[in-house]
T-cell receptor, first 114, second 113 residues
């Protein structure tokens, strides 16, 4: 099955700096790569996603890049703010023909300090 | 529009007891999923369903059973709870098809003593 590795497990940045989280996946059939943000005690929520036919996608301060050849994708957050502090999960999805199955990374705890 | 709702939010079980977690969605989604979340291990898929009356095993199905008798509901059962099943359980749902966003419930914190 699919295996998704995520690094780093914890990341501390100062407010205003950039944060980068990296993920690799094992199955070349994966074609959808969402990123979820989970605040303490809350449910995971989608913040951005990218499909395999796109190399980069940006939404305000958040961007995701995908390198299909190397099988890795990254989340970039610029001008970080205290409210960006949370756990971020990457995921890779394989379409089986009847179902879309997400495999998650182990998460990155981002702390934005003042 | 409540989205995805899980019942209960918290539960403490004794080893060997059984319980059922209920997930309900009002978005008319075809696909529903049950995940467990453990520290340092991310979210792992237990079982999933691609439609009413269908279920399939995920990554960590042992010790759990599921049923999807109605499109809007997906039940997760623990027949004989074990301490290793102490976890936070999340239900999610998504539209039919490729590359669709998964919407999560608020989670159920289960402790087995």
């Amino acid at each position: 099955g699919e295996n998704v590795e995520q690094h780093p497990s914890t990341l501390s940045v100062q407010e205003g700096d950039s944060a980068v989280i990296k993920c690799t996946y094992s199955d070349s059939a994966s074609n959808y790569f969402p990123w979820y943000k989970q605040e303490l005690g809350k449910r995971p929520q989608l913040i951005i996603d990218i499909r395999s036919n796109v190399g980069e996608k940006k939404d305000q301060r958040i961007a995701v890049t995908l390198n299909k050849t190397a099988k890795h994708f990254s989340l970039h957050i610029t001008e970080t703010q205290p409210e960006d502090s949370a756990v971020y999960f990457c995921a890779a999805s394989i379409w089986t023909g009847t179902a879309s199955k997400l495999t998650f990374g182990t998460g990155t705890r981002l702390q934005v300090t003042l | 529009n409540a989205g995805v709702t899980q019942t209960p939010k918290f539960r403490v079980l004794k080893t060997g007891q059984s319980m059922t977690l209920l997930c309900a969605q009002d978005m008319n989604h075809e696909y529903m999923y049950w995940y467990r979340q453990d520290p340092g291990m991310g979210l792992r898929l237990i079982h999933y369903s691609v439609g009413e009356g269908t279920t399939a095993k995920g990554e960590v199905p042992d010790g759990y059973n599921v049923s999807r008798l109605k499109k809007q509901n997906f039940l997760l059962g623990l027949e004989s709870a074990a301490p290793s099943q102490t976890s936070v359980y999340f239900c999610a749902s998504s539209k039919q098809g490729e590359s669709t966003e998964a919407f999560f419930g608020q989670g159920t914190r289960l402790t087995v003593v």
